[in-house]
Structures are given as C-alpha cells and as structure tokens.
T-cell receptor, first 112, second 116 residues
Framework: ETGVTQSPTHLIKTRGQQVTLRCSSQSGHNTVSWYQQALGQGPQFIFQYYREEENGRGNFPPRFSGLQFPNYSSELNVNALELDDSALYLC???????????FGPGTRLTVT | AQKVTQAQTEISVVEKEDVTLDCVYETRDTTYYLFWYKQPPSGELVFLIRRNSFDEQNEISGRYSWNFQKSTSSFNFTITASQVVDSAVYFCALSEEGNTGNQFYFGTGTSLTVIP
C-alpha cells in the first residue's frame, strides 16, 4: 500500500510568483485535504476535495485554489505569492471526509 | 474564538513519568470527530486516534489513553510511563460538517520533551 506522497519537497519562490504543489493520495482514498502549517503553529485547513469536487474550505483567499484529478491525486495552486505564504504545506488523503486521514511529508515553501 | 484549545504550549517530563495533554474544543454540531496527531521533528503528522461525538468511551492503546468528556468539551490524552521517543509536538483536532462544507481545526499543539 503506497502512502501519501507530495512534490516537491522544498521550493523557493519570489513574492508575486505562482506555485503549484502536488499530492498523490494513498491507494483507495478518494478525499484529499490541504493544510498550511506556519512555523510553530498548528495546521490550518485550506480546502478538501471529494471525487473531484471541493466540499469544504477554510478561511483562505481565492488565490489559493485546487484541483483533484480522476485518479484522486491533487494540486494546490497559490497565485500572487506573499511572504506570509512561507510554510509547510501538508496534504492528507482519506476514504470519505470523516475517515482517518493519512498525511504526506509536506512541501516546504519559502517565499522571498 | 479558537475551536480547539491546547493550553499547554510546552511540557517537560522525566522518563517514566505519566503526562496528560489537555484539549478543549468548541462546536455546535452534534456530529463531529476528534483526533490526536503526533508530529515528530521529521515533520510528518502521525495519526494516533479518532473519536466520533457519539462515542464517549475512553480508550487505551498500550501506554496511550484518551479521556473524552462531552460535558466539558474535552478530549485529553495521557501517556503512561513516558519514553524519550514520545518527544514530539502533539496536536488535537476537530472535524465537523460546516454550513459551507467540511471544516477541520487543529489546536496550536503541545510540545512534549521527555528527559532521559
């Protein structure tokens, strides 16, 4: 059974640029959630996708957008990057919104 | 207001001591789920437990135990006979079906250091 994988591991971008982060779900999981974890803080929920539809969104601006593909992998896109977007971005997959979620190792984004 | 409050920012204990990590949550939903996750220095969140709002039975798993009390909106986590490998940041989390879709809330975490 393959776990949740995320790419890239680390990324450095400049303020104003756009970034795409990728996540492959654990085998058999149809739900993907994205979180932002700033240094020393708890994860903040960005949004969740279930069978390619967004079915929950946290308090993040529209420049944070996502996609889920037919194979249930997912992308997180962030436009017009700001310095405060520097964080660890975590992806979690599950079978349904209320089921146990498996987390990936995260992507460390640095915005300069 | 915080949906999940972990008032203890940092805790240090000596190996073999018992330690309890506190978690208080806030929700108006009748159906919700509570979680505990462990985040070691490597950064990857490790699932420890999930409870639904209808199951107030306390649970024990080896050295870990959880006390869920709806009356006080608390979901506390106890490690018995702590070990150095228990050193990590522990997060309590809440998931609920909000009006605009599913919502997930994590506490700010409790950093546990077990001293040998």
């Amino acid at each position: 059974e393959t776990g949740v994988t995320q790419s890239p591991t680390h990324l450095i971008k400049t303020r104003g640029q756009q970034v795409t982060l990728r996540c492959s779900s654990q085998s058999g999981h149809n739900t993907v959630s994205w979180y932002q974890q700033a240094l020393g803080q708890g994860p903040q929920f960005i949004f969740q996708y279930y069978r390619e539809e967004e079915n929950g969104r946290g308090n993040f601006p529209p420049r944070f957008s996502g996609l889920q593909f037919p194979n249930y992998s997912s992308e997180l896109n962030v436009n017009a990057l700001e310095l405060d977007d520097s964080a660890l971005y975590l992806c979690a997959s599950s079978l349904g919104w209320d089921s146990l979620a498996s987390f990936g190792p995260g992507t460390r984004l640095t915005v300069t | 207001a915080q949906k999940v409050t972990q008032a203890q920012t940092e805790i240090s204990v000596v190996e073999k001591e018992d330690v309890t990590l506190d978690c208080v949550y806030e929700t108006r939903d009748t159906t919700y789920y509570l979680f505990w996750y462990k985040q070691p220095p490597s950064g990857e969140l490790v699932f420890l437990i999930r409870r639904n709002s209808f199951d107030e039975q306390n649970e024990i798993s080896g050295r870990y135990s959880w006390n869920f009390q709806k009356s006080t909106s608390s979901f506390n986590f106890t490690i018995t006979a702590s070990q150095v490998v228990d050193s990590a940041v522990y997060f309590c989390a809440l998931s609920e079906e909000g009006n605009t879709g599913n919502q997930f809330y994590f506490g700010t975490g409790t950093s546990l250091t077990v001293i040998p």
